[in-house]
């Protein structure tokens, strides 16, 4: 415990501390006119103490988002008016991640996309397999995204590979059938998440933080097990 409240540096990123407030959909992220209250409520947490905020996901691009209208971080739109949001977690000492979250086929809408083609048994709309050239067109979004992020004032980003969103669901055998290099053995199968990861890292150089989120129990049939 005596650990908890000592300063560490995070990835190139000094926290104050090691206590952290992880990701959770408020609500407020996906529309411009509430900004003022997530900044709000994220600066009133770094007041408290916590010195790493967060934020709930926003997707690398259209077809990853959870819900029409959820919020991206691909566009130059996509993350105005969120200096409000970090200026007031750093005027607060906290610092703040933005989340990057491609829901896959969790995605709500009708041109969701995953690993392999598949339903979701939480959704009504099956998602479509990706394209070797989408694939490859990802890993370009999320650098993007990355840059977006860090020009709106987030001091890293958190790559969400969980939860069995897109990124898990290529780790998974379950979600996982396709047959090119992206498919088939473990090793094919986290290439995509390795590729993002190196990618983001390379564009944006080593003061810049960068979490990966994974699931250590897959809890489904033909999850990842626990050697992988």
Do not use: C
């Not at 690398?60 to 105005?80: D, E, Q, V």
């Not at 979600?175 to 390795?194: A, C, K, V, W």
Request: aromatic share 8%; charged share 20%; no cysteine.
């Amino acid at each position: 415990m005596s650990l908890l409240f000592e300063p560490i540096n995070l990835g190139g990123v000094a926290l104050r501390n090691r206590v952290v407030m992880t990701s959770m959909h408020t609500g407020l992220e996906d529309k411009r006119q509430r900004l003022p209250d997530l900044a709000r409520f994220y600066r009133e947490r770094a007041e408290g103490g916590v010195g790493l905020i967060i934020t709930g996901g926003f997707s690398p691009n259209w077809r990853g988002i959870l819900y029409p209208g959820a919020g991206t971080a691909r566009y130059w739109f996509s993350l105005k008016g969120h200096e409000q949001v970090t200026d007031a977690v750093h005027g607060a000492g906290g610092k703040i991640f933005l989340q990057l979250l491609h829901a896959g086929r969790y995605s709500y809408h009708p041109l969701a996309q995953s690993a392999s083609a598949s339903k979701a048994p939480i959704n009504r709309f099956a998602a479509q397999a990706m394209s070797h050239r989408q694939v490859k067109s990802l890993i370009n979004d999320y650098v993007i995204s990355a840059k977006r992020a860090k020009k709106a004032g987030y001091d890293g980003v958190e790559i969400m590979g969980s939860e069995g969103y897109l990124l898990n669901q290529f780790l998974a055998k379950r979600t996982n059938q396709r047959t090119d290099e992206y498919g088939g053995s473990h090793e094919n199968r986290m290439r995509l998440p390795l590729e993002v990861m190196a990618a983001v890292r390379k564009a944006m150089g080593a003061d810049f933080g960068i979490i990966f989120r994974t699931s250590m129990l897959d809890l489904v049939e033909d999850g990842q097990t626990a050697d992988e």
